[in-house]
Structures are given as structure tokens and as C-alpha cells.
């Protein structure tokens, strides 16, 4: 019965034991693999199996991208200003067997020599310089620190500055600028506005100037134009007048040439024609001694038909 129990035992440490030396690699992973000491290997993706009690894992090495935050490290400038700087160093592991042998403590190594080289690079640069050259840093600090963990199996991707905390005085300092390079920027817009402004309004009344002189050009040339067209409208009527009074003489002569008259109708015509020249203005007429005879005649014509006028009523 003991014998029996003790071979179950010894079946189920067997087992144990096999179990043990089966080892399957997850994805973005790898082992490290010593045997009786001294590196035996490095097992990646998959399944694997290693002898009992003479191979062993000693370290299990993940390969995927890795983000380390290291706390605020303080700096100190090249004009003597004391600050303090946190970093983002994001790093892959490119060599598991490097990074199991390289160094003792890879995470504590890079946190040192990321310390040590921030301050090398910040030593070099001023105040106004640290604030506004973050691209140039990262570049360096990265540049540094991928050359000097070459040798651990460890390859630097990125190195990022987090925070820039200048002591609290410079702050103040730094506030005080900016607020007052707000006011002046401030002061120049509105400046540059009204500038603008009056810019405008001048150039609004010089185009209504021009266009009212415009205007009154146009009106000017219209009345001009007006005026011209009735007086060509006057002469046209005046010269139609005339031209009508001289086809009507023209008429009564043709008439008068027509009906053969004699000498006498000729005569009380320019008899008549004397009388409208007076017009009861003139003080003294002459006439011609051929018409003087005709006029003594018309004279006592108009007395008889005087004389006839009560006989006829």
C-alpha cells in the first residue's frame, strides 16, 4: 500500500516536472534562456522546452514600445537660472540578450543618464533660449541617450520635455511681460484700426467728392445741352416764320401778278402800306405826288359811303 502511494508521488512530481520544462513565448515577448549558468539561448514566439534542473529562465524580456516618466530633475541654465524639468523617454528593447546582460538596472540607468545629459544640453542655453528650443532638446537628449544604450540592447525612440517649471520669480517676471507685450500688441491693433479707419473715411468723402463734381458735370452738361436744343428749337421756329411770311408775300404777289390789277390797286396798296408805317407814331408823312391824287379820290369815296349810311338804316 505504502509503495503504491509513493509511486503515485512519484508519477505526479514527473509530471510537474515535465510540465515545467514546457514554455510557450507570447507575442511581443521573448526568454532568456541560461543553461547551468551561462547563456544558453533566447526564445521567441512559440513552444519551447528545456531540460530540468539544467536549464533555466532568467529573464523574460518584453519588445513591445515602452514609456517612462522620470520625476522633475533640476537644471541650471547658462545665465545661472535654476529650474526644473520633467521628461517622457519612450524606448524599445531591440536585444533581450543585451538588455539581460548589459546593465543591472536599465530602467535606473536610462533615469540617470537622462538626468545627466539634460543637464549637459540646459547647461548650454539660456533662459529665453530653454522656453523656445524644446524641438532642438528632445532632438539631442534623444540623439544621447540612443547611442548610449546601444550597448544594453535598448534603442531610444523619442525623448519628449513634459513640463519646463522655472523658479516662481522668473514666473512672475515672465507674466509681467507677457502682459504688458499683450498691451502693447493691444495698443498697436487699435492704433493700426483708427489708422485704418481714418484712412477710410477720407478716402469715402474724396469719392463723394469726386462723385458729386461728377454730378454736377452731368448736370451741367444736360442744362448746357437743354439750353442748346431750345434755342436750335427757336431759330428753328423763327426761321420758319420767317420763311412762312416770306411764301406769303411771295403768295400775294404771285396773286396780285396773276389777277393783272392796274396801276391805281398798286397805288392804294402803297397808300396803305404808308398808313401802317406811321401807325398813328409818325408826325409827318410824305407822299410820293403820284399817290396824292389817289388818296383825294379815296377821300371823297369814304365821305359818300358816310353820307350813304343813314339812307341804308
Known sequence: MIGYIIGIILVVVILLILASCIKIVPQAQALVVER??????????????????IDRVAKRVILKEQVVDFAPQPVITKDNVTMRIDTVVFFQITDPKLFAYGV??????????TA???????????????????EIINTKMRTSLDAATDPWGIKVNRVELKNIIPPA??????????????????????????????????????????????????????????????????AEGQAAAILKVQQANADGLRFLKEASIDDAVLQLK??????????????????????????????SMAELLKKDEPAEK
Open 116 to 134: 545627466t545629459t539634460l543637464r549637459n544640453i540646459i547647461g548650454e542655453l539660456e533662459l529665453d533660449q530653454t522656453l523656445t528650443s524644446r
Open 270 to 299: 402803297a397808300l396803305d402800306a404808308f398808313m401802317k408805317a406811321s401807325d398813328g407814331k409818325a408826325t409827318k408823312i410824305i407822299i410820293p405826288s403820284e399817290i396824292q391824287g389817289l388818296a383825294g379820290l379815296a377821300t
Open 104 to 113: 543591472e538596472n536599465p530602467i535606473m540607468a536610462i533615469e540617470n543618464l
Open 169 to 234: 520669480a522668473i514666473q512672475d517676471a515672465m507674466e509681467k511681460q507677457m502682459k504688458a507685450e499683450r498691451e502693447r500688441r493691444e495698443a498697436i491693433l487699435r492704433a493700426e484700426g483708427e489708422k485704418k479707419s481714418t484712412i477710410l473715411v477720407a478716402e469715402g468723402k474724396k469719392e463723394s467728392a469726386i462723385l458729386d463734381a461728377e454730378a454736377d458735370k452731368e448736370a451741367a452738361i444736360l442744362r448746357a445741352e437743354a439750353e442748346k436744343e431750345r434755342m436750335i428749337r427757336e
Open 36 to 53: 547551468l549558468g551561462g547563456y544558453q539561448g533566447t526564445w521567441s514566439v512559440g513552444l519551447h522546452f528545456k531540460l530540468p534542473f
